[in-house]
């Protein structure tokens, strides 16, 4: 393991602070959440900065809420084993906090942050599928004032986002939804755990009525592009349409068509190409045979592929 340099740490008091150290020492510092990503990078794979910004000090950076308009906040430095266990999000949005407990090893998940996990921009990331699908939004802050965008306008391609070095992730908000939403995630790797995706695919599903008509559709896929995506093209099929397994299977060959994967250590683009069909299709019937509340986790995990 390569030894790191003595590095400068800054533990600010608050989001102005942290903002302003950056703006101070210019170009070549890291912000720091759970570490996860950025110890690894630093430690292994000769990641230097200049300089490392805590945010752990900052106060209110963590936490999930319900606010009164039906929308969630789940503030940047959360970690994934919050949401895993999250009542609230295992209530309304069960396929999102299977994402977060697909995230590495019990100590990872204690460890990782949400945030993190969006501001580190990798295709693979597995919650981001999920907060798309729910049209997430991101609040980014610095000293000169706060903005908010969506996670699709958020990831700009892999390790890159539209945030500028002095701006802070501060929270991710899910915006209100149907109260019939159901929804999945489906991460495959052919290793069960700690593996990385190679190909993750998120439904949220609003289906009206015995005939089961769809009101909406949203798909979006991980590590098939440079960034994680929505396949809007397969949503297409299947919306306002009446559900049927054929329907499923047409948006999973759209999906596979609008990918964009490439091929590396883990799998030859081919093959993520058909995995996209065939986990889009399955995540859509999974989410269809489902009511919304609470998902038992042994269920899940059995229909994972
Ligand atoms: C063994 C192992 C297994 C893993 N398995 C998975 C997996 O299965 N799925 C998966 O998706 N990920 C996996 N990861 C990756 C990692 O755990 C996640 O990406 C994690 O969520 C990153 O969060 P963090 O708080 O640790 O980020 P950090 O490492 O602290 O930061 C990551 C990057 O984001 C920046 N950053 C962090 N927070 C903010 C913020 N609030 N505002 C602005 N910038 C910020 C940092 O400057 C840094 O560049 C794994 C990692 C390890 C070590």
């Given at each position: 393991m390569k030894r790191p340099e003595p590095l400068e740490i800054f533990q600010p008091a608050s989001v102005e602070e942290a903002s302003a150290i950056v703006k101070e020492k210019g170009p070549g510092g890291r912000f720091l959440a759970g570490g996860t990503d950025l110890i690894i990078a630093i430690k292994e794979k000769g990641l230097a900065p200049k300089y490392v910004v805590d945010l752990?000090?900052?106060?209110?950076?963590?936490g999930i809420r319900e606010e009164a308009d039906g929308s969630l906040t789940i503030r940047a430095l959360t970690t994934m084993r919050e949401v895993e266990i999250s009542p609230l999000i295992r209530k309304r949005f069960p396929f999102l906090a299977q994402s977060a407990a697909e995230v590495g090893s019990i100590q990872i998940r204690n460890r990782a942050t949400v945030g993190g996990n969006m501001a580190n921009?990798?295709?693979?990331?597995?919650?981001a599928p999920s907060l798309l699908v729910l049209e997430a939004r991101a609040k980014i802050a610095s000293a000169g004032g706060e903005r908010v965008l969506s996670l699709e306008e958020f990831f700009h391609g892999p390790g890159q986002?539209?945030?500028?070095?002095?701006?802070?992730?501060?929270a991710i908000v899910i915006p209100p939804t149907h109260p019939k939403l159901v929804g999945e995630y489906i991460k495959f790797s052919?290793?069960?755990?700690m593996d990385l995706a190679y190909v993750g695919v998120a439904i949220a599903l609003v289906l009206n009525g015995k005939e089961k008509r769809c009101e909406s559709v949203r798909i979006a896929l991980g590590a098939v592009s440079p960034t994680p995506m929505r396949a809007r093209k397969a949503e297409a099929v299947i919306e306002k349409q009446i559900f049927t397994e054929e329907l499923a299977e047409k948006a999973g060959e759209e999906a596979a068509k609008e990918c964009k994967p490439i091929s590396d250590v883990r799998s030859s683009a081919e093959y993520r190409r058909a995995m996209v069909g065939t986990m889009t299709k399955r995540a859509l019937l999974n989410a269809a045979a489902q009511r919304p509340g609470p998902v038992p986790w042994v269920e899940r995990r059995e229909r994972r592929y």
């Open positions: 752990k000090r900052v106060p209110n950076l963590s921009a990798t295709p693979s990331a597995d919650v986002t539209a945030m500028l070095p002095e701006e802070i992730l501060t052919p290793r069960e755990m």
